[in-house]
């Protein structure tokens, strides 16, 4: 291949160039030239055969297919995961298609001088026998830096002659232009690898200037750094699982810990990795431990206080901040294998080849999913020598992390096979879901992973009671050759994804087509003899359950509407009626307030129902449901099959059950009325829509105009309303201020006006918004009470009344007696305040009612509590979480007794508060804005028992799927249980059933004796 001299122009830059006998350079075109003889082409096909390995002669023979077919210069994305071969496959696409210039972008100095090394003699092809001594090495050039003037000339004079240029998207989009303009004239390709950088402004810039060139992208991943796919056609996916299968990728044992205190969730890590390291050296096996810090400070932190203390491992640092000698020398231990333990930032990610690194501690996410799939990519390639499994060890506890590992799963399903979960610490759905999967005989259709399938819930039914399943009829109705049957015999579920190909509408092209898929997912609910169907396609869906399941009738009509029963507080959005009047059939649709009047058509004229959606409650959830009279039913959710399968047995059981009335579920739905006047009874409760109540954001502030400040919403409260002169009269709170508005509702509308306070402003992106005007969208809800014990919910001019059952009494057994003169109690004193004051209500709750083994006891009370006092108490070895509201109120007299008024404003708070149950994350998430709030203004606290980082340490149980149980309690001294009222009882009752009703919770009451 004759010699090859070497130089540096300027600070850097390196050139590499190939020279005769007489030692003058060779121009680039004679270089090429002579790869016409010089290069033949090899595949391994066998085990010990030389050549091209399967995924590199796949690529190159995309590229080639691609720059043939292809009538402009489109960039083409290689997919090729770390470790099957792309560099070699980049030097073998410049030798073979003879590219004369080619420019290689590559993200970082350590693999830019990597590539430039391995360009100079065109990596291992020449060890391959591809490439031999005919052929001339190309010209080189690393560019690393600017040259001075007096340098340009020779460094153009190389640049032009270069056959091969390597750097990075800053060095080359920041060169001097008439560099640039050369480098545009003589390159014909661009190379970018690690393409998925893509995303980044100085790596946009470069390949726009490069678009009329031929361009290869590179990658891991078809993703960029921002999520997004990568520009371009993607000619060639070489996918995990091939390269596990062909041999290329190990299995990585995943070691996931819950960690939920983020003080020690770095030593669980590292303690983990290490006693997997201590492992496998006590079995022989050449590993060594990597663990990963998202930045210098955190790589400091982990070694000086972790790492460093295992002193037989030899760990060492690396990092960008340390000396460059430093780095040198803790890489040379690690590869000549003096180290076991390093720990870095991002040095590994990227052009570092060490087969020995095969523990990895990841102790914080990467930014970016690519990344993450690379770095963990490299841990997993097979090598010679005494090497094992790969090991990946992180605290799936630690949300950031948990959605990293998620995150792998959802762009690949390929990850699911490849990681495999090595974990006691399982969550139970998880674990029912993966021993559901099992039981499926996936066949060729392995490329679907059921677990990252979630589906829309609907069902269609058929009854069906034979045993006879014909489950080869599904070739008489689907395409076979494109069609993947997933069975599960065991559960009787059958899955069928048929690819479908077809000429788009709007063009007449027919090289123009539209690709898509059709769904379809059959359960065999053998115990009620139903058939379930859910499905994309729905004349298809009906034709597969009859050519499976032969003579199975399709269930419609009457029994469909009887899924509806045991929804508690239906609200019926949309009613559709059927009329056959004179034999013509006709149908109408009513929806808000007419729907009261579709119910009563419906009732009284025998009038057919044709579809119905509302919404209500069932079994502590708040649903959405719908059905249809054809048999359809749905509700607006997805979930996994095996909860789908679980729902589609309850609706079997409900729609073969003859004593369900439907005439009676409609009659006694929810229905809206408009109104032009408030109605009778006492307002109790008021509150903001839940979306607002709940809500942490500050993209919404209120903005008081004479202070010029904002504050956020959750610092607000709405308290007392009552009627005034046939008026809505309520106050508005915020931070301890008080402001009154009125509602107004008459025979035009409804509107808000201000009667006390300064001005008040919703500050938005959009602007300044009177807070009057801002209640007209977002209007307050008001509950009354009635005399009868009914309730009637207002919301702008439209009331919805809720009738209470007859002779109910409020249960003995949730009434509690206290003493509360034992505890030194004045009763007419509420809050404990920052001091602590001890005679009052709320310090003798938190020190006397509430269970003192609990996890967190929290002090909330203010504008904008969730209640009085909140306690947690974690059991995380059950997974569960235990919160109780506590909502205390002062006595209206010296004395307890039967005073009405003494539970109106409790019983409103308590019904208010059980919107949190739904939204768990943000209520904890309050409790810590509101914990910082008071350290901030007072440097005090809220919390009585425990601290701040267990209230963090609470918040990950949450997302990590921690069952959570709400309780309730209203505390009031002023109520005698002696003396309860039937006025009392009825109220009692009211706040009892809803929370009942809505979220299945019972309500305990603390009163006198």
């Known amino acids: 291949m004759g010699k090859q001299n070497k130089k540096t122009i300027g600070n850097g830059n390196r050139i590499v160039y190939s020279v005769n006998d007489s030692g003058d350079s060779y121009d680039k075109d004679t270089i090429v030239t002579s790869w016409k003889v010089s290069y033949s082409e090899k595949i391994s096909r066998e085990k ?90 190309p010209n080189c050039m690393l560019y690393k830096s600017r040259v001075k003037k007096d340098m340009e000339e020779e460094f153009l004079k190389e640049l032009n002659n270069a056959n091969i240029i390597v750097s990075t998207p800053t060095m080359i989009k920041n060169m001097p232009e008439k560099f640039f303009e050369s480098l545009i004239d003589n390159v014909e390709l661009v190379v970018f690898d690690e393409a998925h950088h893509l995303a980044a402004p100085d790596w946009k810039n470069v390949r726009e200037r490069f678009l009329n060139k031929k361009i290869l992208q590179f990658t891991a991943t078809p993703y960029r750094n921002d999520g997004k796919k990568l520009e371009g056609k993607i000619i060639f996916n070489y996918s995990l699982r091939l390269a596990q299968l062909n041999g290329y990728f190990k299995p990585i044992d995943f070691y996931p810990i819950q960690e939920f205190e983020e003080k020690k969730s770095d030593k669980e890590i590292a303690q983990m990795a290490i006693n997997l390291l ?70 590994f990610g990227e052009g570092i080849d060490i087969p020995a690194l095969k523990i990895a501690a990841i102790h914080d996410k990467y930014k970016s999913l690519p990344i993450t799939l690379q770095f963990i990519g490299r841990f997993a390639r097979t090598s010679s020598g005494n090497i094992g499994n790969a090991k990946l060890v992180t605290n799936i506890a630690m949300d950031n992390l948990k959605e990293g590992i998620e995150d792998l799963y959802h762009q690949d399903s390929d990850w699911n096979q490849l990681l495999h979960l090595k974990s006691n610490t399982s969550v139970e759905k998880e674990v029912e879901l993966g021993e559901f999967i099992s039981k499926f005989q996936k066949g060729h259709a392995d490329a679907y992973d059921l677990s990252q399938l979630k589906m829309k819930i609907s069902t269609r039914m058929f009854e069906y009671r034979s045993k006879k399943i014909a489950i080869d009829n599904w070739e008489k109705v689907l395409d076979f050759g494109r069609t993947y049957p997933i069975i599960s015999e065991e559960e009787s579920v059958y899955i069928f994804i048929e690819e479908l190909e077809d000429n788009v509408v709007w063009s007449e092209q027919k090289d123009i087509i539209e690709y898509g898929y059709n769904f379809f997912v059959i359960f065999y609910d053998r115990e009620n003899g139903i058939v379930h169907i859910n499905e994309t396609d729905e004349g298809k869906g009906r034709r597969l359950v009859e050519a499976i399941f032969e003579n199975a009738k399709q269930i419609t009509g009457e029994p469909v509407y009887r899924i509806l029963k045991d929804i508690n507080r239906l609200m019926i959005g949309t009613l ?93 739905s929810l229905m809206m009325e408009p109104i032009n006047e408030f109605p009778e009874g006492v307002p109790y409760k008021i509150r903001f829509p839940e979306e607002i109540e709940t809500s942490n954001s500050v993209a919404k502030t ?14 607000a409260e709405l308290r007392h309303p009552e009627i005034i002169d046939g008026n809505l009269r309520f106050q508005f709170w915020i931070n301890e201020r008080k402001y009154e508005y009125e509602q107004f509702i008459n025979d035009s509308g409804y509107g808000y006006t201000q009667i006390t306070g300064g001005q008040l402003f919703v500050k938005q992106r959009s602007g300044l918004t009177p807070l009057e005007d801002y209640f007209k969208d977002y209007s307050p809800e008001i509950t009354f009470i009635q005399e009868d014990g009914s309730v009637i919910m207002v919301q702008e001019n439209l009331k919805v009344l809720v009738k209470q059952k007859k002779n109910l009494v409020f249960p003995s057994e949730s009434l509690v007696k206290v003493d509360w003169s034992k505890y030194k109690v004045d009763i007419k004193k509420e809050s404990q305040d920052r001091d602590r004051k001890k005679d009052t209500i709320q310090y003798a709750t938190i020190h006397n009612l509430v269970d003192q083994n609990s996890t967190i006891i929290f002090d909330d009370d203010g504008s904008g509590e969730i209640a009085d006092v909140v306690s947690i108490k974690a059991d995380v070895e059950k997974r569960k ?129």
Request: aromatic share 10%; net charge neutral.
């Open 576 to 668: 559709g009626l059927k009329q056959v009047p004179s034999g013509r059939m006709s149908f109408r649709m009513f929806a808000g307030t007419d729907v009261k009047a579709g119910i009563s058509e419906a009732i009284v004229s025998g009038s057919i129902k044709s579809n119905l959606f509302g919404y209500g409650f069932q079994d502590g959830n708040k649903i959405s449901v719908g059905c249809s009279y054809k048999g359809k039913v749905w509700m607006r959710w997805v979930e996994k099959i095996n909860f789908w399968m679980e729902w589609c047995r309850g609706i079997s059981e409900k729609v073969l059950d003859d004593t369900i009335d439907t005439s009676d579920i409609l009659e006694n």
């Open 48 to 137: 010990n055969e030389k050549g091209l390995r399967a995924p590199q002669f796949g690529a190159l023979s995309a590229i080639r297919a691609h720059w043939i077919t292809s009538n402009s210069p489109t960039p083409a994305t290689v997919v090729m995961p770390t470790g099957t071969g792309k560099t070699e496959t980049i030097f073998t696409t410049i030798i073979s298609e003879r590219v004369k210039t080619t420019l290689i972008v590559v993200p970082s100095d350590l693999l830019r001088k990597q590539i430039f090394e391995g360009a100079g003699h065109f990596g291992i092809l020449p060890d391959l026998g591809m490439v031999s001594s005919k052929g001339i090495f």
């Open 881 to 1009: 979480l235990d919160i109780f509201f506590y909502h205390c109120k002062y006595s209206h007299g010296k004395s307890p007794g039967s005073r009405i008024a003494d539970l109106y404003e409790v019983c409103g708070q308590a019904e208010k508060s059980i919107m949190w149950n739904g939204n768990v994350v943000e209520l904890i998430k309050r409790m810590i804005f509101r914990e910082n709030q008071r350290r901030t203004n007072f440097d005090d606290t809220r919390i009585e028992l425990g601290d701040i980082e267990l209230l963090y340490a609470i918040e990950k149980m949450v997302k990590s799927g921690f069952e959570t149980e709400l309780k309730i309690a209203i505390v009031q001294p002023g109520v005698s249980i002696s003396k309860i009222s039937s006025e009392m009882n009825q109220l009692l009752l009211a706040t009892d059933s809803y929370l009942k009703e809505t979220y299945g919770l019972d309500l305990t009451c603390y009163f006198s004796k």
């Open 702 to 715: 209120l903005f008081v105009d004479k202070e010029e400040k904002s504050y956020p919403f959750y610092q």
């Open 278 to 347: 201590n492992k496998d050296i006590k079995e022989e096996l050449n590993h060594v431990l990597l663990a990963r810090a998202k930045n210098r400070d955190r790589a400091e932190y982990l070694f000086d206080e972790i790492y460093s203390k295992y002193h037989e491992l030899n760990p060492v640092i690396i990092h960008s901040g340390r000396k460059k000698s430093e780095n040198i020398d803790s890489l040379e231990k690690v590869k000549k294998g003096e180290s076991k333990v390093i720990v870095c930032v991002d040095m």
